[in-house]
């Protein structure tokens, strides 16, 4: 299918409005995890702002396509897209991570209208995902389960059980995301524990592989619409992102995994997702 | 007396649920004959969800499974559950209080053979310690049953404990049961024998013995561990003035120091609990066990001796 490159256009300044949005809330709060949300801004505007069947004015419409944010800790992006989208007042994301706020530091299911699972401890989102993509099937719905996981995520061993799991019950109806920017708390991914070769790992668990560029809105929206196609087996994205991305400073540095920017840094940070690098 | 398992009772239970309550759903975790939901899967192998050995996915599988409208009930050992799995325990089914059931067998000491790794003493002091969790600690067969269909019909995540042995049946305790309410099996004015679980028996046992020693001893029984009957306990400690609790579990962190809590802040008195000291178990019978343990009635008079002793003191 032919993607329209009005439509790429319109994402990615969504994607950039995000981003600033993230910058904003992280650096308002004095707390957060802003370089894995910047990275992530691109492949959660290709699902909130076109794959999706979602009704932000109707959270708990039954046929709406879900996602869980698996990597909890990058609630920024999920906030700022929910927010804009109209699940809940724009005006709430200055209330983030503090006292009294729905918008927690990782996603709360029962408080934020909008999120699906609570996640926070790495693993349990994925793992969650694949009995509700078990329940749609049981009951025989259409909708699509996507499920945004990081690559430090994937070292838990839980991932790979529910790997397991989504092969057994055939849940091509759940679309994982692996967002590869090859850093996490400790540094390079591949120093601290290592993953690679990714690609056949998924493949010896029975899921249907692809790797993309994850800021490439066109090859994101492409992967999923073929995926979709292919029946029978559990799908997984390898996304590979930059984590920071947008931020010249922030981009491939493990140390803005979970440090908020200080006033210079914010006004910089700010600077650049405006007018660019 | 008669002897019945109290993980027959769950099956039992969940079978006489299926029919009205079509969500519900069965998952285990490569278990299912030991913890008897072979015997669900066998009636109804299309809301049976074997997850192989993988206790953690279990419990998310089950959160996920609830937060799309199904009443699961995830079944393991409790050691499995509530150790293994304590993150997903805590942060998938806890915190958002989700609508899962977790049906855990082969709790306490009474496990036996498979020695202390198996044996899980702790499984209480971990699910207490969830903010959301409610608790119930059925004393027999049948008790194990109406517990299984109370948790089905209360919305909420539910730690159900059931044992591995047959146990006695104790009907004493076969009237209504409801969450949160303790039953008076027998009034005393001496001393109030609190019980949950598998150890009722040995409760009313200490009782009647006591009795020919002419110690009058109330028994307390307390299926629910959490929430908590406050008033019973406070209305036992007020009439009697001594309490003996009594569970097969560590005496750190389970019912011994629930009630010990309530009785302190609402009516002081001497408070003695019988459990697993702070040790780990080990092989054997669990009839061996239980005496080696000091879980026996003889274990539980002499705690009532000791707390008629501190009365006198006063």
Known sequence: ?277 | MEFKQTRQGYVDGLLSLAADFPELVVLDADVAKATKTADFQKHHPDRFFNCGVQEQNLLCVAAGLALEGFLPFASTFGVFATCRAGDQLRNAIAYPKLNVKIGATHCGITTGGDGASHQCNEDIAITRSFPNMTILVPGDYEEAKQATIAAANYTGPVYLRFGRDAYPVVPEIHGRFEIGRAKQLRSGGDVTIITTGILVSEGLEAARLLKAEGISAGVLHLPTVKPLDEQAIATAASATGGIVTVEEHSVIGGLGEAVAGVVAARCPCPVYRVGVQDVFGESGTASELLDKYGLRASDIIQAVYRVCALKQKD
């Not at chain 1, 109707?58 to 989208?85: E, M, Q």
């Not at chain 1, 839980?158 to 850093?183: C, G, H, P, S």
């Open chain 1, 1 to 277: 299918m032919e993607i329209e490159e009005t439509l790429i256009d319109t994402l990615q300044r969504k994607s950039a409005q995000l981003k600033r949005e993230i910058v904003e809330m992280v650096y308002r709060a004095n707390s957060g995890h802003v370089g894995g949300s910047l990275g992530a801004s691109d492949i959660v505007t290709a699902l909130y702002y076109h794959l999706m069947n979602h009704r932000p004015h109707n959270p708990a419409w039954p046929d709406r396509d879900r996602f869980i944010l698996s990597k909890g800790h990058c609630t920024p992006v999920l906030y700022a897209a929910l927010a804009d989208c109209g699940y809940f007042p724009k005006e709430d994301l200055e209330t983030f991570r503090k006292v009294g706020s729905h918008l927690q530091g990782h996603p709360y299911q029962p408080k934020t209208p909008g999120v699906e699972v609570s996640t926070g401890t790495l693993g349990l989102g994925i793992s969650t995902a694949v009995g509700m993509a078990l329940a749609a099937k049981l009951r025989n719905e259409k909708q699509y389960y996507y499920v945004l996981c990081g690559d430090g995520e994937i070292q838990e061993g839980q991932v790979w059980e529910a790997a397991m799991f989504a092969n057994k019950y055939k849940l091509d109806n759940l679309i994982t995301f692996v967002d590869r920017n090859y850093l996490q708390t400790d540094g390079y991914s591949e120093d601290v524990m290592p993953l690679d070769p990714l690609i056949p790992k998924w493949e010896a668990f029975g899921w249907t592989v692809t790797e993309i560029d994850g800021h490439d809105l066109k090859q994101i929206i492409g992967t999923v619409e073929q995926a979709k196609k292919e029946q029978g087996r559990p799908h997984v994205i390898v996304a590979n992102t930059v984590k920071g991305k947008g931020v010249s400073f922030m981009e491939n540095e493990a140390a803005w995994h979970g440090n908020p920017p200080g006033k210079t840094d914010y006004l910089k940070a700010m600077e650049e997702l405006t007018h660019g690098i």
